[in-house]
């Protein structure tokens, strides 16, 4: 067997794989065997049918099966081998590719066109310029944020005071007929009413105002609009029974609970940012508007990585690329696309490549690595901040623990938090190599700016 490249110029070649008889003939042998043991043909017992009749009926299939399997393999083992950077994947080549005939050769040779990756460089310097946002957090997003919290560790509290529309009533509940208790009654001792909840405005207005030991008089399909959601819970019933409800229900208050958001002080420091990180208001607000911040900074990285890949598109522009390879590769590797959609996407797919390679090419010369360290504690990053989102800022490290341990047990999410970490060293690296304009920038500003940006593309 013998495999050849051959460089038809920079960033095209031909690679040529020549077969003798001996390269193939015991995987042959071996197949035509095995699928002779299997055979079920009409007339001969399982696994005794003649080899001739075997080779006559699918030795030519078999014998282009195992060229094409041992063609495949030393294809890609020479590129690997030999370390080829290749773009797309290998295609037969349609000029020097003589006729293949299995019924008469005995020794082959194969040729497919593969397209190479340039070499370039990339003359970055402080000379160059990008520009990256930090975001600052306007004061009214401080004040909602920090309101959200002192409402999420709010409690409720018992109150002796009138009922106001968002307390919680708590009571007894008794189904009536003329203003009596129903006979086989539906009775309920530990009801309870919200009146934000309550649909009619006339029995709103009942509750609100109302205090402890009143009793209301109402009907729970008008107060509800009929909903037998709401009124199968209220009334501990199912709600295929609501359908037999129609009478009036009496409500005794007896406790009513009202919700008080939660003080601004340590506890509610703790309880959001965890045991003593802060002792003060000041503090306080000064560390939720960094995790506000924080929360911009895959925006203000991907802006940065835009006008990056700007850059270096420039830089590469002159460049030389398997232009009529690439073409003709997607037109094979999808069969949605034409020619006219590939000439209208290729400028497109061509810089999505030159920035890829370009990345590519910063990692290998800077070797950039990530260890399995920095993956845990990117991981546990990820973690907060997905947590972050739902307001739980303080999670306990054991929960934390136990869901980063799972994230990394998902291989597609370890692969792309791999990729996003080698973005992020790529990115840092660009940000030592050329010159940084810092800009701060108002949140409601630079997300009007993001969405500008989104939509260009």
Known sequence: MKVTLNKTDNVNGIIAIELEKNDYQE?????????????????????????????????????????????????????????????????????????????????????????????????LNKRDSLTYYNVKVEDDLLDKQIDAYKQNYGTYKQVESEVADTDLIKGKITEIDNGEPKENLIEVENGMIMPSYIKDEEIRKQFVGAKVGDTIVFSPAKAYDNNAVEIASLLQISEEDVAHVNSDFSFEIREVTRYEEATMNQELFDKVLGEGVVSTEEEFRTKIAELLSSQFKPAADSLFMKAARELVLKKMKGVEFPDAFLKRWLLVANEKNSPETIEEDYPKICDDLKFHLSKEKIVKDQQIKVEKEEMEAFAAEVARSQFAQYGMSNVPADVLENYVKRMLEDQNTVRNMYDQLIENKVMEWLKQTVKVNEKEILSKDFEKLFSEEKEEK
Do not use: C, W
Request: aromatic residues 10%.
């Open 27 to 123: 995987n042959v042998d071996k197949s035509l065997n095995q699928f002779r043991q299997r055979a079920n043909i009409p007339g001969f017992r399982p696994g005794r049918v003649p080899k001739g009749i075997i080779q006559k009926m699918y030795g030519k299939s078999i014998l282009a099966d195992e060229i094409n399997k041992l063609v495949s393999n030393e294809l890609y083992n020479y590129i690997k081998d030999n370390g080829l950077n290749i773009l797309g994947e290998p295609l037969p080549n349609e000029e020097e590719q003589k006729t293949i005939d299995f019924d008469k050769d005995e020794n082959f040779e194969f040729k497919f066109d593969i397209a190479l990756a340039p070499e370039f460089e990339l003359p």
